[in-house]
């Protein structure tokens, strides 16, 4: 009896520290250790849901600097060339119209003049979606996303859905009728190596991380002035 109940109030504890986690500093990602009294310890493999989203996408850190780490993630993550935001970043701000790059960001000419300078060939063209799809190519859009012009890479196409590479958000997709209403038909690419460029396309890491589709696709979302109003009244949490 004895017995079972130290086992209870081990099992207490333990629940106890689990949950405390929560209210803590968040766990960082990678393997991490649950040490129980000295005599368990655990060795969990951790992501987090914003990890999971950048696992193939490298994270802007400046608001200016999504053009460096949309090249950085198509160069890294579709053709095999393992360059970060500070080495793309660093590469077009070096030669590139500093006081332009400051004021308005990094542009798709800054993009073209640093893979020059590289030995790599690139353009921008003016296609269809359809042409994107039938290439099967990975490339770069400039897209308005409510009033701010925003790079992403363009990383596959899933039926309707096109799956992004998005510097701020991370892994996503996008429905093809609001990509085309934020897009500008532009689309950089990288010429030749296109046996590299469709074989990074619609890659099984991409599809197996990107986020699935609403729970209701046939149920029409609610608006915030609507979710606003399920917030709980004083006394009532």
Not at 31 to 38: A, C, H, L, P, Y
Not at 196 to 220: I, M
Request: aromatic letters at 10%; one cysteine or more.
């Amino acid at each position: 009896m004895k017995r079972a109940r130290s086992i209870r109030r081990k099992a207490s504890l333990f629940g106890a520290l689990l949950l405390s986690a929560c209210s803590t500093a968040p766990i960082p990602e990678g393997v991490n250790r649950v040490n129980f009294g000295g005599a368990l310890e655990f060795a969990v493999p951790v992501t987090s849901m914003i990890g999971r989203k950048f696992a193939t996408v490298v994270r802007q850190q400046y608001d200016f600097s999504c053009g460096s780490a949309a090249l950085a993630t198509l160069l890294r993550y579709h053709y095999d060339d393992p360059q970060s935001e500070q080495s793309v970043f660093l590469g077009m701000f070096r030669d590139g119209d500093r006081e332009q790059i400051r004021r308005l960001g990094f542009s798709l000419l800054d993009m073209k003049r640093y893979l020059e300078r590289r030995g790599i060939a690139a353009d921008g063209y003016r296609v269809s979606l359809a042409d994107v799809m039938r290439a099967r190519t990975p490339g770069i859009a400039l897209i308005d996303f409510n009033g701010y012009k925003h790079f992403v890479v363009v990383k596959g196409v899933q039926d309707d859905m096109l799956i992004l590479g998005d510097p701020s958000l991370g892994l996503r997709r996008e429905n093809e009728r609001t990509f085309l209403k934020q897009w500008n038909g532009v689309f950089f690419a990288l010429n030749g190596r296109i046996e590299t460029a469709q074989r990074h396309f619609n890659q099984p890491s991409d599809l197996a991380l990107v986020p699935a589709g609403r729970f209701y696709p046939e149920a029409q979302a609610v608006s915030l002035a609507e979710l606003a109003l399920t917030r709980p009244l004083p006394g009532e949490f």
